[in-house]
């Protein structure tokens, strides 16, 4: 189906029913590390080199049931999903810090983080990811690119190279992090949808249907937009494993959701330069 209303190219846009109903797919996009280039040199450690975007391919048919299963999990641990008065969200750094509802003292840690390993890679979605190396960025290129901008475009033309084939489309969802960073990010994509890319023409683009935005909680604090924890989630296991070689068994549970797994490399994980 087409998307009639175009206002998410001017404004950044909350997600809504009336746009999953006429979509394929929606695609949650989640970053690891940071884009900035200042002070990038020969002495900065390797875990502030990199920087990484993930995005995961959910099939709108599928929206439901992986809802449930999410629930399910944070029903087993918190009451009705609830703890301190709004709805858990899993997010990798409160995870990995033990943080709030994750505290140890709360809950069985352990077996959540076993249930969270049985979970993502039973999920029915797909992944795209990049990552790029920032030191070595800045030192191939006279005028470096803007990582954040570059990330999304080799995203973008993994995700269309799938859809096209498909004959699908598709739409963006991005978290919330406030007016001023949502339409600079907007911006950004809408370059990259409107111009095409070096290799890619914008005809190609056109199964992107829209681009929205969404706090990881509703503002009421009682739901949540699951899959950008998802998103969350997995981007920090392909960041971990892929640039600090560490966690390597948590990121071989999810490999095998690469787009055209086993033959992923450089297609459904993108690495720069």
């Not at 190396?133 to 006279?142: A, F, G, P, S, T």
């Not at 007016?179 to 911006?187: M, T």
Request: charged letters at 25%; proline letters at 5%; one cysteine or more.
């Amino acid at each position: 189906m087409q998307l009639k209303d175009n206002n998410w190219k001017l404004v950044p846009t909350p997600l809504n029913n009336k746009v999953l109903a006429a979509t394929d797919n929606l695609i949650a996009i989640d970053e690891t590390g940071t884009p900035t280039l200042k002070g990038i040199n020969n002495n900065t450690p390797t875990s502030k080199i990199w920087f990484g975007i993930t995005g995961i391919i959910i099939d709108k048919t599928k929206i439901n049931s992986i809802a449930k299963d999410v629930m399910v999990l944070k029903e087993k641990y918190w009451q009705n999903g609830i703890y301190n008065e709004q709805r858990v969200v899993f997010h990798s750094r409160n995870i990995r810090k033990r943080e709030g509802a994750f505290n140890p003292k709360l809950i069985n840690y352990n077996e959540l983080r076993n249930d969270l390993n049985k979970m993502l890679p039973s999920l029915p979605i797909q992944i795209v990811a990049t990552l790029i190396n920032k030191k070595e960025h800045v030192q191939k290129y006279l005028y470096p690119y803007p990582v954040y901008s570059l990330s999304l475009e080799f995203l973008i033309e993994r995700v269309s190279y799938r859809l096209n084939r498909l004959g699908e489309n598709a739409i963006l969802l991005l978290e919330s992090r406030g007016q001023r960073e949502d339409y600079a990010l907007l911006k950004q994509i809408n370059s990259i949808l409107e111009n095409g890319s070096p290799y890619v023409s914008s005809d190609n683009f056109k199964c992107i249907k829209g681009i929205y935005f969404a706090k990881k909680r509703t503002s009421n604090r009682l739901k949540s937009y699951w899959p950008l924890e998802i998103s969350d989630l997995i981007s920090y296991r392909i960041y971990h494993a892929q640039t600090q070689n560490k966690g390597l068994e948590n990121f071989n549970l999810i490999e095998k959701l690469f787009i055209d797994y086993p033959n992923y490399r450089n297609k459904g994980l993108k690495f720069f330069p």
